[in-house]
């Protein structure tokens, strides 16, 4: 398989990586220089006309939306580890519904907070003040399930790695994480994993070969 992902180092971009190195894919990744609106510039909309990231293109066909992206690589490779074991539809749903929450809920409250002005014409405080109440109540939920284990319990999962860059994100963006315990734990458990160890290296890769500086990974 020729597999190509476009990618911002730090975006969500990086759960797609994550899942690449997991499941041991051979890929090649191009940096959208999101610094220069390249994100929104002729040549990337011709890969993604939504001038986002991730675009993940797998022999000519391009995929996007990080969910469908995991779960497609899921689906291609059930043994690569992104998920536990799950028999039928009906006992791998909460998959699905976990993927499904983390882009279509987690990802829009992240970005409130991180990126207040892409929600209002108007003053960011309150958007941001809104994201951070709402994400306050998420993290507390999350906390009660992650702690001692992974989303799953004993088994890291993909999810593991989304919930972390959604709280790590909201943190860059002024998010009091350390009011959360558990899940500063869990975030050095998720960075200790070899997978993303190698998503941190290559996108650090990345950003030397650009020349793209001032990126906190
Ligand atoms: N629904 C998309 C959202 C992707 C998305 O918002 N990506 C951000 C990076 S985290 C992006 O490309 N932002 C560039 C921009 O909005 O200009 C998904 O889940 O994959």
Redesign the pocket.
């Known amino acids: 398989m020729n597999i190509t992902l476009y990618q911002?180092p730090g975006?969500?971009?990086r759960v797609t990586m994550n899942a690449l190195e997991e499941i041991g894919a051979d890929y090649g990744d191009i940096l959208?220089n999101?610094r220069e609106?390249a994100?929104?510039k002729e040549d990337y909309l011709a890969v993604n006309p939504?001038?986002?990231?991730?675009a993940l293109i797998v022999d000519g066909q391009t995929l996007?939306?990080?969910?469908a992206?995991i779960w497609t690589l899921h689906c291609l490779k059930p043994e690569g580890g992104l998920f536990p074991k799950a028999d039928g539809p009906l006992a791998s749903h909460g998959q699905r519904a976990d993927l499904a929450w983390c882009?279509g809920t987690m990802?829009p409250t992240v970005?409130q907070i991180r990126?207040p002005m892409?929600w209002t014409t108007g003053e960011t405080e309150g958007v941001c003040a809104h994201g951070i109440e709402t994400m306050l109540g998420e993290c507390q939920r999350l906390s009660k399930r992650l702690a001692g284990g992974w989303w799953y319990g004993p088994e890291w999962s993909i999810i593991d790695t989304y919930l972390y860059w959604g709280y790590s994100t909201a943190e860059k963006g002024g998010f009091p994480l350390d009011r959360f315990p558990v899940l500063l734990e869990h975030a050095e458990r998720v960075r200790a994993r070899p997978s993303f160890q190698r998503v941190l290296a290559r996108e650090q890769a990345s950003l030397d070969k650009t020349g793209v500086e001032g990126i906190i990974l």
Not at 50 to 54: A, D, L, S
Not at 64 to 67: K, M, W
């Open positions: 911002f975006a969500c971009s959208v999101f609106g994100q929104k939504k001038g986002k990231v991730p996007t939306e990080n969910a992206i882009s990802h970005r990126m892409r």
